[in-house]
């Protein structure tokens, strides 16, 4: 944690100027310009530099002080956006944690053979649909704020704003979708093999079975995530929430009846969640056509060079993301239907509560983008230094709540008493490592908000190389506590090379500190 410590000891106060003053006059101590009037000014015209204008200081308290724009508006922003974003987040976890629980009454190898599919859908769908919602989030975002202008200069008559990003978004994410499908659906076989799951194991038919049908759903899901990222381009996550509640609600009403009721078992829980996929992108689509033209004949080929550049770097970046979790998952495997299992849990939870923490990223990369864009550096830095605030306390509370209940938690998943032991092994992995997590979240969140992507994905490439060979040398010696301390790893270099970026200053970064304000 020195790492946290030296990276939140910056200080925007270290790269205080005159510029950075409060444009208001409620301080402490006023400093009073007196210029000369324009007459005297123009008759002293060719006059010596000290004659052109007379500063006159005159300190004088204040003894009413009040709060000038900073953490405290800054931070009330920031959970304005971040608190519906959390709950947006969860829903996806809670549904993977509904299946889970449900299909752990199903045996230990259903349950395995779940976790199997899902690190494999989450493989391949990822891999270019956590690139589009961020690419998506930050070009919508500049594209309202411009539009915004224009509406402010023209009628005030309300109509569907035309924004090309959205559109080539959308129409990116319904042939990234289609594909995605087509090749889960077809190369489920070549997957398993992939994941070293050999054809003797009793969770290779029911995990081949559960890939199939969760193939239908990556359409939806791609689509889905486009619409989302233009909701927080518009710093709207209440509407996302409300699409994501109705499709996990329509999930847990199926669940149930679809595995157990109907008796279509692992096949059953895929097809509950594929429906409410479904559910999800539809609410989605139909509330942004409501202020946003959808198909837009404006599809600007620039624009989708650009998705394709950025897309590009954090293609990358996302595959070496999605390597030491898969990896985990394949070392896993291949002990045992119940270390996969308890494995299996201690991931679901370990993911469900720390990506609660990336509703701050969220916040972070749509206020900062907008700020770093508008040339308004001290509020940019504000949010920079508030949202990791707010991560570093996030995670802290989630690592005692965890503490206190991961044993209750986990036996909603399982009554297997030899499962139940090895996920509650992992208790120290699963709270300890909340607070790193929360910091690395909100580090991608700053990336993107200043447009990194560069640093971002090299600086993931090196991170997941090092852990995924952490873990290959340590899971034959030390089985899931080789496991889990690689994942930890993974995650505590990615806050050392955030905090070293930040440090440093370089890059992007570099104009957040050295640049003057914009002038008004």
Same mark, same amino acid.
């Given at each position: ?5 030296? /990276? ?51 300190? @004088? ?64 769908? !990822? ?8 690419? &998506? ?5 500049? @594209? ?137 992108? /539809?609410?989605?689509? +139909? ?82 983008? &907008? ?35 991961? @044993? ?46 560069? /640093? ?27 496991? +889990? ?24 970064? !570099?104009?957040? +500190? ?7």
């Amino acid at each position: 944690m020195a790492a946290v410590a030296t /990276f939140l000891s910056f200080s925007p106060l270290r790269s205080f100027q005159l510029r950075d003053l409060p444009r208001n006059h409620n301080q402490s101590i006023r400093r009073r310009i007196h210029l000369k009037s324009p007459a005297v000014a123009a008759s002293s015209k060719n006059s010596s530099s000290q004659n052109i204008q007379n500063i006159v200081e005159s300190p @004088e308290p204040d003894h009413d002080p009040k709060p000038e724009h900073g953490i405290g508006t800054i931070g009330m922003e920031i959970m304005s956006i971040a608190l519906p974003a959390a709950l947006a987040l969860a829903a996806d976890p809670i549904t993977s944690l509904v299946d889970t629980a449900f299909v752990g009454h199903i045996g230990s190898a259903e349950l395995a053979a779940v976790g199997v599919s899902v690190s494999v859908f989450n493989l391949v769908s !990822k891999l270019f649909n956590v690139p589009l919602l961020n690419v &998506t989030t930050s070009f919508v975002a500049e @594209e309202q704020a411009i539009a915004a202008k224009d509406d402010d200069k023209d009628s005030t008559e309300t109509r569907k704003k035309v924004l090309p990003s959205v559109s080539t978004s959308l129409v990116l994410a319904a042939g990234v979708g289609i594909a995605e499908a087509i090749a889960l659906s077809l190369g489920s076989d070549y997957l398993m093999d992939i994941m070293a799951i050999p054809f003797d194991s009793p969770m290779r038919v029911p995990a081949e079975q559960f890939l199939r049908l969760r193939a239908y759903g990556a359409p939806p899901i791609v689509v889905a995530l486009a619409a989302q990222g233009a909701f927080r381009g518009f710093k709207d996550t209440t509407t996302p929430l409300y699409a994501v509640v109705a499709g996990n609600v329509l999930n847990a009403i199926l669940d149930p009846i679809l595995i157990f009721v109907l008796g279509f078992g692992i096949s059953g829980a895929a097809a509950a969640t594929v429906i409410s996929e479904y559910l999800i992108a /539809f609410i989605l689509l +139909w509330k942004l056509n409501e202020n946003v033209v959808l198909l837009s004949p404006q599809i600007q080929v620039g624009r989708a060079n650009q998705y394709l550049k950025s897309g590009g770097l954090l293609i990358g970046r996302t595959v070496a993301l999605l390597v030491p979790f898969t990896l985990a998952t394949s070392l896993a495997a291949q002990k045992g239907p119940t270390q996969m299992a308890g494995h299996q849990i201690c991931l679901e939870i370990w993911l469900a509560v720390s990506l609660l923490t990336d509703a701050l990223a969220i916040a972070a990369q749509s206020l900062l983008a &907008t700020s770093f864009s508008q040339g308004e550096y001290k509020q940019a830095r504000e949010i920079l230094f508030g949202v990791l605030q707010v991560g570093l306390a996030t995670g802290t509370g989630l690592a005692a709540v965890l503490f206190i209940g991961f @044993e209750p938690f986990s036996s909603l998943f399982t009554t297997d008493s030899d499962v139940l032991k090895i996920a509650l092994s992992g208790t120290l992995f699963v709270a300890g490592s909340q607070p790193v997590n929360a910091i690395a979240f909100v580090l991608d969140g700053l990336y993107y908000g200043v447009s990194d992507f560069g /640093f971002a994905a090299y600086s993931m490439v090196i991170v997941g190389f090092i852990s995924s060979l952490f873990m290959l040398l340590a899971a034959p010696t030390y089985g899931l506590a080789g496991i +889990w301390t690689g994942l930890f790893l993974f995650m505590a270099l990615r806050l050392v090379a955030g905090a070293w970026r930040l440090g440093t200053r370089t890059g992007p970064w !570099k104009m957040l +500190w050295s640049a003057p304000e914009k002038q008004e």
